[in-house]
Each structure stands twice: as C-alpha cells, then as structure tokens.
C-alpha cells in the first residue's frame, strides 16, 4: 500500500511537471500580451498596440514576471519560485498585482458550495434512479424514465441556463429566482428571521443547481442502470436467490456493491470540477467563481493567475485519480493496488 502510494506520488510530480512546462509553453506563444492588457484593459488584451511605445515600467514588468526571457527559461524561473519560496507570483491584469493565491482564494467559496451541492444531488438521486430502472427493465415507468434521462443529457446546459432566466426569474414571465449572484440583497434580508436569510439564500441556489446537475444524473444513472443489470446476469446472483434469499436482500447485499464501482471510477473526474467550476453557468448565472475568473485570466492573458489555476486543476485530477484507485481496492477486495500500476 505505502509503496503503491509513494510510486503513484512520484509519477504523479513528473506528470505535474510535464502538464505545467506544456500550459506555459503554450500560454507563452498564445497571441495577446499581459502588459499592453494592463493598459488597455482585459477587452483589449488581444491587441497589439505597435504604435505605443514600451515605457521602463514595461520592461520592469516583463522582467518581473520572466517575460523578456524565452519561454522554457520563464517556465524555469516560475518552477524554482513555486518550489523553492512557495511563490506562486502576482496577479498583472486581473487582480492588480495581488497574490495569485489570494485571488484565486477569493473565488473558490462560490464555487465549492454550488458544485458541492450538484454533486450530492447527482449521486444521491442517480444512484436510486438507476436502481429502480434495472429492476423495472422492460416496463412501461422504466421506458419513460430511460426516455426523459436522455431528453436531459441531450439538453445543451447554456441553453438550459437561458431558458430557466427566461421563464423563472426577471419580469417576463414567473418572477420566481433571482437573476444572478448567490448572495441575496441585503437590503430584502436586512433585519428579518434566520429561516427568511436561508430561504432567500436557497433561492439563488436553485436555477444553477439545477444545470451543474441534470446532465450528470442522466450519465450516471445510466452507468448505474447498466450496472445493476450486468451483476443481476452473475452466477453468485442466481446462487443467491437460489437459497432463498429474498429479492430485497440480493439486490442490497451482492448487486449494489458491485455495482458502484463504475460510479467510484467516475468520481475522479469531479474533484477537480469542485475547484474548476463550470464556466458557462457561472458567466450565465454571474457568479463570481472560478469559472468567471477564468475568463477573466483568459481575456487578460494574466499568466500568473493562469498558471496558478492550470496547476490547481492538475493537481486535483491526479489527486482524483488516485482516490478512485484507492477507493476501487476498498470496495471490490478483488482488484490489488499493483494491478492499478
């Protein structure tokens, strides 16, 4: 066990290495400049202004921040202050001149509750979902179910988000959520009961809530669905009902634990998505996480922030990959750790 985890701890910083010198690299030959966006603002970041001239300030910027030295020499230089100070630089355009940890520290909090939330309403309602439709297979309610699953996982989620706005919140038609934001105004809570602050705060949840999580309860309780249905066809199963065993008891004690096995291969991809967030939804929704300051890094060509959010989602898709193999080795004792390598 210590041995697997120590080896998987040493690929997975070579793999770090590699993904961050590739983001840099790549960051570092994208079009637009950092310093002429600090100037003109993010909208601008994409122009090339020949006709301004470099004042010393510039330089002392490029200098600053590596960008007068090539790009495998800047990646270096960026590495040695990452490893050696735990210096993950400072903002140019976006946070001006802030640490790019404080910036990036500001932004997760909206993002973690929302996809914290998504996720716990996915497996939560996924997981019975798919159940239920394996055991009704062929049914008239099991075909309905397997229809509307698909009608949701085809449903584009900006189009979802833009719809939801439309009908349910603003003036046009049910004025029932609010428009944007997760943070209610404080003007409407201001010096009312904590169950109307909570209420109200609910209620900015719901319409992102409920994009973050259709499309994955649709795939996963698909998985689960096909899952169930391949361990009921098992012999252990046939074995099982042939001592007596009542259905409820077969299907709890021998199918479900083997069943949710995709589903734990499946959760290494979310963790890094509690961090990331969702672009598009934040940007609808005006949510000021880290999606949107993605956006933001993007536009501005802000490297520092960029790699620093790069590094983050790097870190914790190896970290959920990890999970899932360790979690997979708990849940089915079959599968050994060195068979994983």
């Not at 490029?62 to 960026?78: F, S």
């Not at 934040?282 to 520092?304: C, H, K, Q, V, W």
Request: proline fraction near 5%.
């Amino acid at each position: 066990m210590r041995t697997y985890v120590l080896k998987r701890l040493i690929f997975m910083a070579v793999t770090l290495v590699a993904i961050t010198m590739v983001s840099y690299t790549m960051m570092r030959l994208a079009p637009g400049d950092p310093i002429r966006a600090q100037q003109l603002g993010a909208e601008n970041a994409g122009m090339q202004d020949a006709a301004k001239k470099e004042t010393l300030g510039d330089k002392l910027l490029r200098e600053k921040y590596y960008l007068d030295k090539p790009a495998i020499i800047g990646y270096g230089c960026w590495l040695r202050d990452l490893v050696t100070r735990f210096d993950w630089g400072s903002s140019i355009v976006v946070g001006k001149g802030a640490p790019v940890m404080s910036v990036i520290r500001e932004r997760i909090p909206p993002t973690l509750k929302i996809n914290i939330c998504a996720i716990i309403l996915v497996y939560a309602c996924a997981l019975p979902i798919g159940i239920y439709a394996a055991v009704r297979r062929g049914k008239w309610d099991e075909r309905a179910i397997t229809t509307a699953l698909f009608v949701l996982y085809s449903l584009p989620t900006f189009w979802v988000g833009l719809l939801l706005l439309m009908f349910f919140a603003g003036d046009r038609f049910l004025n029932v959520f609010p428009v944007a934001g997760l943070v209610p105004d404080p003007d409407k809570v201001w010096a009312v009961s904590y169950w109307r602050v909570l209420l109200e705060t609910a209620r900015h949840y719901v319409l992102p809530v409920f994009c973050l999580t259709y499309g994955g309860l649709a795939g996963l309780s698909r998985y689960m669905r096909v899952g169930v249905l391949e361990k009921m066809r098992q012999d252990y199963v046939r074995t099982a009902r042939a001592k007596g065993l009542s259905e409820w008891n077969v299907l709890m004690k021998h199918v479900l634990r083997n069943s949710v096995i995709p589903m734990i291969t499946i959760f290494a991809g979310l963790l890094p998505g509690l961090i990331a967030g969702s672009i598009i939804i934040e940007y609808i929704f005006s949510i000021n996480g880290m999606g949107s300051l993605s956006i933001l890094a993007l536009t501005s060509r802000d490297y520092p922030v960029l790699m620093g959010l790069f590094t983050i989602g790097a870190v914790l898709t190896l970290l959920g990959i990890l999970l899932s193999d360790l979690l997979l080795g708990v849940v089915d004792p079959r599968v050994s750790l060195e068979s994983l390598e």
